[in-house]
């Protein structure tokens, strides 16, 4: 049974360029999460995927966008990167949002670095 | 003020001790509580949900209070291997999306 998988898995950018993260979830889930981690710091909730649709945002720019395919994998893409952005970007999955009871999941995180 | 409050710690600790790790949360609308677990440069893995009544799994205890929005997890007879940062994590159910909110961690290192 394979777990949440994220791609790539270290990434290093320049300030101004754009990026794009990918992420896969657990099989049998259809709800995907992205969070943000910054050094000494606990994920920061960026936004929730379901039904191809984002359901719920955090704070974050509009810089920061993403996308749900049928098949319930998810992309993140940040534009105009800048050095703040520099961070693990953390993928959950869980099944069905909106219930108290669900439980999410994490990949191992894609380390972006913005020089 | 924070959504959900830890102490940073670390926490140092010999093999075998107690230790016990404080959470507070803003939200009285939160709907469900969860410790999560995670090692240096690797990802938050769930260690245990946390209910009114108070769950155990081994040497893991964790505690909700929702009158003082209070979590903790009391962990007995520490090893080496419980070195690690704990998250305090609250899960809140807005919009038709829920979204969990983490706190900083609280670092704990196990000592021979």
């Known amino acids: 049974d394979a777990g949440v998988t994220q791609s790539p898995t270290h990434l290093i950018k320049t300030r101004g360029q754009q990026v794009t993260l990918r992420c896969s979830p657990k099989s049998g889930h259809d709800t995907v999460s992205w969070y943000q981690q910054a050094l000494g710091q606990g994920p920061q909730f960026i936004f929730q995927y379901y039904e191809e649709e984002e359901r719920q945002r955090g704070n974050f720019p509009d810089r920061f966008s993403g996308h749900q395919f049928p098949n319930y994998s998810s992309e993140l893409n940040v534009n105009a990167l800048l050095l703040g952005d520099s961070a693990l970007y953390l993928c959950?999955?869980?099944?069905?949002?909106?219930?108290?009871?669900?439980?999410?999941?994490f990949g191992p995180g894609t380390r972006l670095t913005v020089l | 003020r924070k959504e959900v409050e830890q102490d940073p710690g670390p926490f140092n600790v010999p093999e075998g001790a107690t230790v016990a790790f404080n959470c507070t949360y803003s939200n009285s609308a939160s709907q469900s509580f969860f410790w999560y677990r995670q090692d240096c440069r690797k990802e938050p893995k769930l260690l245990m949900s946390v209910y009114s009544s108070g769950n155990e799994d081994g040497r893991f205890t964790a505690q909700l209070n929702r009158a003082s929005q209070y979590i903790s997890l009391l962990i007995r007879d520490s090893k080496l291997s419980d070195s690690a940062t704990y998250l305090c994590v609250v899960n809140g159910i807005t919009g038709g999306g829920n979204k969990l909110t983490f706190g900083t961690g609280t670092q704990l290192k196990v000592e021979l």
């Open positions: 959950a999955s869980s099944l069905g949002p909106g219930t108290s009871t669900d439980t999410q999941y």
